[in-house]
């Protein structure tokens, strides 16, 4: 969560990393509208928790306007401070969150995520860092998804993986193999050696 202009900084500078985008950012929607909306979620999660009063107010009004038909044009509900630093969105289109679900530093997410809840509005989903969320997944209720876990392209996820580094697919999603990408695979190591 962004709790400090240095928070917002860092947070801007990973999600610009995370999309490989230039320094320079874009001033309107049309000219890059994923890095357009991240910027705008970031600049709103800032004003939200960090400036009070009456010009901050207004600012915020004017924000949620722009966030509003950003959300219209491209297709994601993403609400504040669901997502740590390093958000990577891959394509325009429908992604939906609920605004209890947690989800950590570096995520990478494609079109048709959903992430929502359970039976109750208490059981939402838990994510990691260094999750990577295929075209058309889902995840609901109070699962868990550990660091670096790979969820596959439609696959609807209703349990936990505790266990990092690993790629889930299906429906019901079952871990299929070890993502070679984890850090703690020998396939990773061998691979950089």
Known sequence: MIRSRADFLAYLEADRLALGRASVPPLFLIQDPIWFFQRLLRRLEFYTNCRSGIFWWLMRMWLKFQMKRARLLLGFNI?????????????????????????????????????????TEEAVPVIGDHVVIEPGAKIFGGVTLADWTHVGANAVVNRSVTEPGLIIAGVPAKVVKANPFYPGTA???????
């Not at 396939?187 to 050696?193: D, E, I, K, L």
Request: aromatic share 0%.
């Open 79 to 119: 609400p504040l401070n669901t997502i740590g630093p390093g958000l990577a969105l891959m394509h325009e289109g429908d992604i939906l969150i609920h605004q209890n679900a947690r989800i950590g530093s570096n995520a990478r997410m494609n079109i048709g995520v959903v992430i929502g809840i359970g039976l």
């Open 187 to 193: 396939q990773s190591h061998a691979s950089t050696g």
